[in-house]
């Protein structure tokens, strides 16, 4: 293997941080870089696709509850996105962006999604069984049931006026997760 090929060396912690709008547009590439680093790492290929859908429903989340009181929505015309963006760009709209904090160690990963959105307290609740998500006739929901159930451990963390930080950790070896 060459030296790009193989996970960090034992007690080596390797960080790399990206920042992207909250549009749906973003989640196909992170859902690559994080799969390219999950693949790198020596995890499964079911570990590797738990990865990329616990990612890419935490930035989803992101994405469609964060910032809706800015307007942000994937149900948003070309045009309203256009002009959110140039908000954003132009900074008038504040640091509405999604961080993704990624942690290579030799046993793990760890991911961090992290806003300065409302706050995971003001939006819409999960649920807990998929039975829940049935009676309630669908709708959502299931976001952060499969982050739990696919990734080894999950914690919020929200700071006071700074939005949610989403740590995902994923321990290279473990068994399988259940969904």
Known sequence: ??????????????????????????????????????AQQGF??????QIEMAVDEACANVVR???????ISPDLSDEERAAIHAAVSEGTAGDCTIRLRVSLAEDRLVFQVIDNGIGIDKTPPGVARVEEFVERGGGGGLGM??????????????????GTILTMTKYLGNPEPTA
């Open 1 to 38: 293997m060459s030296g790009t090929d193989r996970p960090a060396p034992c007690g080596e912690v390797i960080d790399l941080e990206i920042r992207c709008l909250p549009d749906t547009r973003m989640l196909a590439p992170v859902r690559a870089m994080a799969t390219a680093i999950a």
């Open 44 to 49: 499964s290929p079911d570990q590797i696709d």
């Open 65 to 71: 509850h964060a910032y809706r009181h800015l307007g």
């Open 145 to 162: 049931l499969i982050i739990r159930n696919y990734m080894d451990e999950v914690t919020y963390d929200q700071p006071e006026g700074q």
